[in-house]
């Protein structure tokens, strides 16, 4: 119970890899507060499973684009549990689409997630856990950071800028004990997928594509992202910050 | 010796002196240079008597969006009648931390370092592919991986750029559009844009140079030039980093 009596905000956790990081920090003892925008069935379920675990745990709905929803979202996890130890952004779009095809509306929308919902999170809790002199953020983010998508570079763009986020917050917010990581996940299994999954327009191979690279013989699962989220949200991980863990069981390499 | 001869480049940003430095440069080489700059960044574009030349087209705008960079486009098309080149070198920065910056710094230094990008990528790109060869060369920084300490925006964007260099180099590239991106090290009035109270990098910034010089905008001018003349397809997708050794500093030496 690494996380007992430490209070984790991880956005957009009702489904896929939040779920999974709420499930892992859930079970090291943390309070949870579960953001989700549009997913709100899934928020129950996953409130359900932590429930069922002996968890506490709260839902907010808010569109971490938006600055006042921010505002507010923070406001209620200070009001329900006193305080906010960890903040997982994790909330972001993938739109798949091509150079071509973007529109500067579907620009705006995934950078406005991506980017400015991680800024505003992190400048939305830095006070507090300034205040207690700790703090964990983590920046979920992907192999896409550094690795071109070759179908969405907008995402990609989004991805590169969370690097530099994670690195200049951490620069930033070390004296006051709070650090700051990334994670980039490769594939992982989730129950939907975001955006246009599209035509594979420069396929190479009629062979399957997606996964003969993942030398370890699978693609991820959220949980492999909790775990990883957990130890770096525990006092354990004090030592590190402005780092990226890169998750993909090899596939980069190949 | 006119290695441009005939070649068309759009040069987008750029003010001061590595404005002039590059303008010059592909004047000299016989370029027909169309220069685009923001209103409020009007010192470039109407300086001196260097400009005055048939050769030379100069644009106030400020566009971030599709249909702001075809009118662009169109102007350069009905003086020039063709696009062989784009250097994008916008390179908005101002003094801000992750904590105090606000929501109009964050859209100003985004839209011009970043959106800007995309969109000239997406337009000129465009028109590059259909005559069926171009370049696209970005002048990015440094700070697309090292931190600054007091310009939080400026890094994200210089990430963003940095990713968008990638998925153009692969989508472009493809067709016959080389990309390359130079991560341009310390220049004359870096030291005051960047310097910082938490990373000590810019403090007396040619000491931590091997060579004891700043980067210079002659040298930048000519590594543009060698980049939009020659054949470069190995390089496409390259990042050049123009920094004399800065960012290898880590500790001071004698």
């Keep these: ?254 | 010796m006119c290695r441009l001869k005939g070649r068309v480049v759009v040069l987008a940003g750029a003010a001061g002196p590595k404005g002039q430095a590059i303008a010059s440069k592909l004047l000299q080489a016989g370029a027909q240079l169309a220069w685009v700059q923001p209103p409020d960044r009007p010192e470039a574009v109407h300086s001196g008597e260097v400009y005055a030349t048939d050769h030379l087209l100069k644009i106030e705008a400020d566009a971030q969006g599709t249909d702001a960079v075809r009118e662009i486009l169109q102007q350069v098309l009905d003086r020039f009648g063709r696009v062989d080149g784009l250097i994008f070198a916008q390179d908005e920065a101002e003094r801000c931390t992750a904590a105090d910056c606000t929501d109009a710094v964050y859209h100003r230094i985004m839209g011009r370092n970043a959106k800007a990008a995309f969109f000239y990528t997406q337009v000129f790109g465009g028109a590059m592919v259909q005559a069926g060869s171009g370049k696209i060369l970005y002048i990015g920084s440094i700070h697309d991986e090292k931190p600054t300490g007091s310009s939080f925006v400026y890094s994200l964007s210089k990430g963003a750029l940095k990713m968008l260099k990638s998925e153009a180099a692969l989508q472009l590239g493809r067709r016959g559009v080389d990309v390359h991106l130079i991560a341009a090290g310390p220049m004359e009035g870096d030291e005051a844009r960047f310097l910082s109270g938490l990373s000590g990098i810019y403090e007396d910034a040619p000491s931590k140079i091997p060579s004891r010089a700043l980067c210079s905008e002659a040298e930048l001018a000519e590594l543009c030039a060698y980049l939009l003349i020659g054949s470069t397809r190995s390089l496409n997708g390259t990042d050049i980093r123009m920094d004399g050794g800065f960012t290898l500093y880590y500790m001071d030496k004698e």
């Design chain 1, 1 to 254: 119970m690494e996380l007992k009596g430490k209070v984790a905000l991880i956005t957009g956790a009702g489904k896929g890899i939040g779920r999974g990081i709420a499930l892992c920090l859930a079970a090291q003892g943390a309070k949870i507060a579960v953001n989700y925008h549009a997913s709100e069935a899934a928020a129950l379920k996953t409130e359900a499973d932590i429930l069922a675990m002996g968890a506490e745990i709260m839902l907010y709905r808010a569109d971490v684009s938006q600055r006042d929803q921010v505002a507010a979202m923070v406001d209620a996890v200070l009001q329900r549990f006193g305080r906010v130890d960890i903040l997982i952004n994790n909330a972001a779009l993938q739109k798949n689409m091509e150079l071509m095809e973007y529109t500067e509306a579907d620009y705006d929308v995934i950078m406005d997630i991506n980017v400015k919902g991680y800024w505003m999170c992190a400048q939305a809790v830095f006070p507090f856990m300034k205040a207690q002199s700790f703090g964990r953020i983590i920046n979920i983010s992907s192999v896409h950071g550094k690795r071109p998508t070759d179908f969405d570079p907008v995402y990609a763009m989004s991805k590169g800028a969370v690097k530099m986020l994670t690195r200049e917050c951490a620069v930033e917010f070390a004296q006051y004990g709070i650090t700051v990581n990334t994670i980039e996940p490769a594939a992982v299994q989730i129950e939907f997928k975001t955006g246009n999954p599209g035509p594979i327009r420069y396929k190479r191979t009629e062979k399957a594509r997606r996964y003969n690279r993942y030398l370890i013989g699978r693609i991820g699962v959220p949980e492999d992202v909790g775990h990883l989220a957990a130890f770096l949200a525990s006092e354990k991980s004090g030592f590190i910050t402005g780092s990226a863990i890169r998750m993909d069981g090899a596939a980069m390499l190949v």
